[in-house]
T-cell receptor, first 113, second 114 residues
Framework: GESVGLHLPTLSVQEGDNSIINCAYS??????FIWYKQESGKGPQFIID?????DKRQGQRVTVLLNKTVKHLSLQIAATQPGDSAVYFC????????????FGGGTRLMVKP | NAGVMQNPRHLVRRRGQEARLRCSPM?????VYWYRQLPEEGLKFMVY????????ESGMPKERFSAEFPKEGPSILRIQQVVRGDSAAYFC????????????FGPGTRLLVL
């Protein structure tokens, strides 16, 4: 699920299946990561976050995994529903570089009923 | 509890005109961020402001773009003499004043330059 420029990578899943969306981040100094969901015509909506002192965090139906060794982040959605269809972005906050977020290119999740 | 508010939601300008985008942060938030998004792309950071202070404007184009967050009222992103390449969705986010916290986004302003 990394950025590929103008064409978003797409993940198509069956309703009820689990979804895994991946993200590779660039900076080893990043210490805070957020997953956002963006539906068409709307702003990014916070899903879940994780700080670099953790490798896993769970929310309601979502789990974020952080692998600092390979600079990889994943978002797992359990029992995917049609309402989960959206573009998902990971964002990283780089340690001492202030509060700006650097976004990945996004992955489009399509849920088939 | 109102979220981040942005207006207008849609803005059409002709080349050479000025665009003013407004953002009201969530209640209790004193940090505001502006990002720009082109179609099918991720958001790109532009500027980070606190009340009456620009903290980081490393993502702002050097010319024609400016931002402010006055003591009273919303944050304003101002684009002078717009060009077609300025057409994009502009999102504002806000966060609480304590350290590194989650940024919550508004619905965005979609700017179209004719």
């Amino acid at each position: 699920g990394e950025s590929v420029g103008l064409h978003l990578p797409t993940l198509s899943v069956q309703e009820g299946d689990n979804s895994i969306i991946n993200c590779a981040y660039s900076n080893s100094a990043s210490d805070y990561f957020i997953w956002y969901k963006q539906e068409s015509g709307k702003g990014p909506q916070f899903i879940i976050d994780i700080r670099s002192n953790m490798d896993k965090r769970q929310g309601q139906r979502v789990t974020v995994l952080l692998n600092k060794t390979v600079k990889h982040l994943s978002l797992q959605i359990a029992a995917t529903q049609p309402g989960d269809s959206a573009v998902y972005f990971c964002a990283e906050n780089i340690g001492d570089a202030g509060n700006m977020l650097t976004f990945g290119g996004g992955t489009r999740l399509m849920v088939k009923p | 509890n109102a979220g981040v508010m942005q207006n207008p939601r849609h803005l059409v300008r002709r080349r050479g005109q000025e665009a003013r985008l407004r953002c009201s942060p969530m209640k209790g938030h004193s940090h505001v961020y502006w990002y720009r998004q082109l179609p099918e792309e991720g958001l790109k950071f532009m500027v980070y402001l606190q009340k009456e202070n620009i903290i980081d404007e490393s993502g702002m184009p050097k010319e024609r773009f400016s931002a402010e967050f006055p003591k009273e009222g919303p944050s304003i992103l101002r684009i002078q003499q717009v060009v077609r390449g300025d057409s994009a969705a502009y999102f504002c986010a806000s966060s609480p004043p304590a350290g590194k916290e989650t940024q919550y986004f508004g619905p965005g302003t979609r700017l179209l330059v004719l």
